[in-house]
């Protein structure tokens, strides 16, 4: 199985930054597709961004021209670059892949 692990969380204000990082490891070959959720308090986790192994990304429209997930070329480490946050991105990221995930690494925005 897939171990997940993520971390870059933190405190920020609002129009602030804040890169999150995800190492998968338990494989040897490429993951086809990886992604960053967010979940917050009594709702459902969301997705945010998702890349494939040839580094093509999908985004949240809530998200789009402000998050950037990338990925180097055929690695199983990905990265998801945050500006201009707001307080509405507050909430416990998750890396999901193949039925996986990791614990998760929490990202506050204050006003």
């Known amino acids: 199985q897939v171990q997940l692990v993520e971390s870059g969380g933190g405190s920020v204000q609002t129009g602030g930054s804040l890169t999150l990082t995800c190492v998968a490891s338990g494989i040897s070959r490429s993951i086809a597709l990886m992604g960053w959720y967010r979940q917050k308090i009594d709702l459902e986790r969301e997705r945010i961004a998702t890349?494939?192994?040839?580094?093509?990304?999908t985004y949240a429209d809530s998200v789009k021209g402000r998050f950037t997930i990338s990925r180097e070329n055929g690695e199983n480490t990905i990265r998801l670059q945050m500006n201009r946050l707001k307080p509405e991105d507050t909430g416990l990221y998750f890396c999901?892949?193949?039925?996986?995930w990791g614990q998760g690494t929490q990202v506050t925005v204050s006003s």
């Open positions: 890349i494939t192994s040839r580094g093509a990304p």
């Open positions: 999901g892949t193949m039925g996986s």
